[in-house]
């Protein structure tokens, strides 16, 4: 079955970078892709981005451009999310989840979620 | 403020039917496939329907979508009480180059 698990909540000072994994398993890695879609608290869904598993191939919202960067391990068939220059307003749970490689199409599973917590 | 925009709350009766709209423009709606999600409290989004009407496999055949122009429905029919859920719309923007999503609506079954 699809999983995508991710790694443990974060505490970070204003200013200071985060790095979220998101291991994937029970599919071909390099067949789908992945799309990264925060929720800050008690708020709605924002997209950050997309890379695809299979070539690395990277699209991020423009509001992110600039402080976030999304790669890919295939030999571990992890993603991850680093996200620089932390203000409190990034405080949130960012999700991983998996889209097929045409961007923008469907997005089905959903990573459970990691709290990135921003606060000096 | 999202760019697709939904009723921030919803509420009907138990075995009753409710829709939920969604409302975006020919660079997202119009052009792409919209998808719902359902996020039960404290819980991960979960894919309702995509490509506007269709259901993955293993979603119950109460919820259904549809999609007209620049607009999209989310309907339930039978609510129960677990379907006390945030539901989501989201379609690619071509303009954005990215997901939009709707601000996200609230069912209450009463």
């Known amino acids: 079955q699809v999983q995508l698990v991710q790694s443990g909540a974060e505490v970070r000072r204003p200013g200071a970078s985060v790095r979220v994994s998101c291991k994937a398993s029970g599919y071909t890695f390099t067949t789908y892709a992945f799309t990264w879609v925060r929720q800050a608290p008690g708020q709605g869904l924002e997209w950050m981005g997309w890379?695809?598993?299979?070539?690395?191939?990277?699209n991020s919202a423009q509001k992110f451009q600039g402080r976030v960067t999304m790669t890919r391990d295939i030999s571990t068939s992890t993603a991850y999310m680093e996200l620089r220059s932390l203000r409190p307003d990034d405080t949130a749970v960012y999700f991983c989840?998996?889209?097929?490689?045409?961007?923008?199409?469907?997005?089905?599973?959903w990573g459970q979620g990691t709290l990135v917590t921003v606060s000096s | 403020q999202s760019v697709l925009t939904q009723p921030p709350s919803v509420s009907e009766a138990p075995r009753q039917r409710v829709t939920i709209s969604c409302s975006g423009r020919?660079?997202?709606?119009?052009?792409?496939?919209v998808s719902w999600f359902q996020q039960l409290p404290g819980k991960v989004p979960k894919l309702l329907i995509y490509f506007d009407d269709l259901r993955p496999s293993g979603v119950s055949d109460r919820f259904s979508g549809s999609k007209s122009g620049t607009s999209a429905s989310l309907a339930i029919r039978g609510l129960q009480s677990e379907d006390e859920a945030d539901y989501y719309c989201?379609?690619?923007?071509?303009?954005?180059?990215?997901?939009?999503f709707g601000g996200g609506t609230r069912l209450t079954v009463l």
């Open positions: 989840a998996r889209e097929t490689l045409v961007a923008g199409t469907v997005v089905d599973y």
């Open positions: 989201a379609a690619w923007d071509d303009s954005l180059n990215g997901w939009v």
């Open positions: 020919s660079s997202n709606i119009g052009n792409h496939g």
């Open positions: 890379i695809s598993g299979y070539d690395g191939e990277t």
